[in-house]
């Protein structure tokens, strides 16, 4: 079983900076996928950006050059640095791995507010 822990989430002001740590527990393949999704009010959950554990990544448009994902293989964790927020990436942030299955963390509380 896998289990995801997330920290990092919190309130900000628009153009700021956060930066989201999710570390795996339990047995993770080699051949992972891990990352970020996120879920705003009203919306669907959709992919912010996720990496392999060779290093291939996965971004969604609206966050390139703001946001980048990355990871420590030794450790099973996955970062995401968000640079230049919008009040638009406000949202909870869900850390994910595949690992012959889906898991999810608890998510994490971002707000981009003045």
């Known amino acids: 079983q896998v289990q995801l822990v997330e920290s990092g989430g919190g309130l900000v002001q628009p153009g700021g900076s956060l930066r989201l740590s999710c570390a795996a527990s339990?047995?993770?393949?080699?051949?992972?996928?891990m990352g970020w999704y996120r879920q705003a009010p009203g919306k669907e959950r959709e992919l912010v950006a996720t990496?392999?554990?060779?290093?291939?990544?996965n971004v969604v448009d609206s966050v390139k050059g703001r946001f980048t994902i990355s990871r420590d293989n030794a450790k099973k964790t996955v970062y995401l640095q968000m640079n230049s927020l919008k009040p638009e990436d406000t949202a909870v942030y869900y850390c994910?791995?595949?690992?012959?299955?889906?898991?999810w963390g608890q998510g994490t509380q971002v707000t981009v507010s003045s």
């Open positions: 994910y791995a595949h690992s012959s299955k889906a898991y």
């Open positions: 339990g047995s993770i393949s080699y051949g992972n996928v």
């Open positions: 990496m392999t554990t060779g290093g291939s990544t």
